[in-house]
C-alpha cells in the first residue's frame, strides 16, 4: 500500500496523462482495495477537523442534506443513488474528459480545475449560509482530494475503475449513515 501511496503523491504533484500498463485484474482490484482506504483515512482526518472545529464553537452546527435525506426517503433508493447512479454519472462528467487533454501542461490545469469544480458542486449538500461559505474549502476539502484520488485511477485505469472506486466510497459512506440514523428513533 505504500506503493500506492507513493505514486498517488507523485501524480498529485504532478499530474500527467499516463496508463498503467500491467492490465492484470487482481493487481487493479487491489489498488482499488488500496485507494478506497486511502480514501477513507483522508475523510476521517478532514471530518475529524471539521468536528473539532465545531466543539470549539469556530465552525457552527451545518445543516447537511443526509440531516433530513435519511429521515424522508427509503434507504434502498438513497443507497441506489448514492453507490450507484451518482458516481456513473459524476465520473461521467467529471473525469471522463480528462484523457482529452493531452498536452501536459493543460491535463495539470484541466485537473485540478476538474477537482474544484467537483468539490464546489458538492457544496451544495449543505445548507448555504455565510458560515459555509466561508468554511467552504474545508467542507468540500474531502470531495476535491476524493476527486483527485477519482482522477488518479480514471487515468490509471481507465474510466470504469473510477466509477467503481466512487460506487465503493459512496457505498460504504451511505451505508454507515443508514446503519446510524436507522439506530435512532
Known amino acids: 500500500m505504500?506503493?500506492?501511496l507513493n505514486e498517488l503523491i507523485q501524480f498529485l504533484l504532478s499530474p500527467v496523462l499516463e496508463i498503467d500498463d500491467n492490465k492484470?485484474?487482481?493487481?487493479r482490484f487491489k489498488i482499488l482495495i488500496y485507494l478506497s482506504f486511502i480514501s477513507f483515512i483522508f475523510s476521517f482526518f478532514i471530518s475529524t477537523v471539521t468536528n473539532f472545529l465545531t466543539f470549539l464553537g469556530v465552525l457552527k452546527e451545518i445543516s447537511h442534506i443526509t440531516d433530513s435525506l435519511f429521515d424522508d426517503s427509503n434507504g434502498l433508493k438513497i443507497l441506489f443513488f448514492a453507490a450507484i447512479l451518482a458516481p456513473i454519472f459524476e465520473e461521467l462528467i467529471f473525469r471522463g474528459p480528462l484523457i482529452y487533454f493531452k498536452q501536459p501542461k493543460i491535463f495539470k490545469i484541466a485537473f485540478y480545475t476538474i477537482g474544484v469544480i467537483f468539490a464546489y458542486v458538492h457544496i451544495f449538500n449543505f445548507e448555504i449560509t455565510t458560515n459555509v461559505l466561508l468554511f467552504s474549502p474545508l467542507l468540500v476539502a474531502p470531495q476535491f482530494f476524493i476527486g483527485l484520488i477519482f482522477g488518479f485511477i480514471r487515468i490509471r485505469f481507465g474510466l470504469i475503475w473510477s466509477i467503481?472506486?466512487?460506487s465503493i466510497y459512496n457505498g460504504i459512506l451511505v451505508s454507515l449513515f443508514l446503519l446510524a440514523s436507522h439506530g435512532n428513533p
Open 2 to 4: 505504500t506503493k500506492t
Open 24 to 27: 492484470s485484474f487482481l493487481y
Open 164 to 166: 467503481f472506486l466512487h
